[in-house]
């Protein structure tokens, strides 16, 4: 039978997810797509309380892909412009729920002034112990195993690492996620079901929940659902039904 109610024995260690559909959402109410970005904001403040009301460790947010660097200037400074607010805006709450920030992605690209303020807030909560909330900010998958392919190579050749020692923990090592676990459930929303460059590596064995939600109208009941769905499923990882029993 398939359980209905979230099994808190039984919850992802590190939950993804790529937050999709928020031009949709605003042309559908005839609105420009910076609505559509605002609205986003809301929904991501309801996922983190929700995660931090269940006590998940992990949550990882795709904002900004490298490839969204191609979008109109308008829409690039918009969403910045709503990053260094949010930033701005969520400090203190970020502390006072004990909440650790973290980013992934090449946020040297990103404009001075939110870079700061990037740096600023990761020193300041980084003491923080209840849930490890990641953006995923001029963020790319291929790049991130670029970047740990050269710097394995230099410990290669600086004879740091020898080439015999080279495994799955040593690439998790050099990996903008090092020191997280795998990710266990990644979540799409907007109806897309494509993984569009986000955490390759880390994805290997993910449950994958797609939902056709826009992203600014993922509530909390949403992500409950996508957690039920989680645990309803039997992660074999490579094994038969029988020898997980
Ligand atoms: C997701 O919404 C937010 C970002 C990628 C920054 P989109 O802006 O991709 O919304 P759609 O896909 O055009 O609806
Ligand atoms: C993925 O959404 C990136 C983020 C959610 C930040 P996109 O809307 O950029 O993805 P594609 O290009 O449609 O695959
Ligand atoms: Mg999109």
Redesign the pocket.
Known sequence: MSQKKIDKDNLPKHVAV???GNGRWAKKKGLRREFGHKAGRKAVKKIIESCVELNIKHLTL????V??WNRPKIEIDLLMQLLLLSLKDELNNLNKNNIKFNTIGDIGKMPKKIFDYLIKVKKETKNNTKLTLTL?LSYGGRNEIIDAVRNISMKVKNNIISLKKIDESVINDHLYTRHYPDVDLLIRTSG?K?I?N?LLWQIAYAELYFTAKLWPDFNKKDLFKAIISYQNRERRFGKTSEQIK
Do not use: C, P
């Not at 795709?62 to 892909?65: D, I, L």
């Open positions: 790529i937050m999709d795709y904002a900004f892909s490839e969204n995923a897309e494509r569009s986000f």
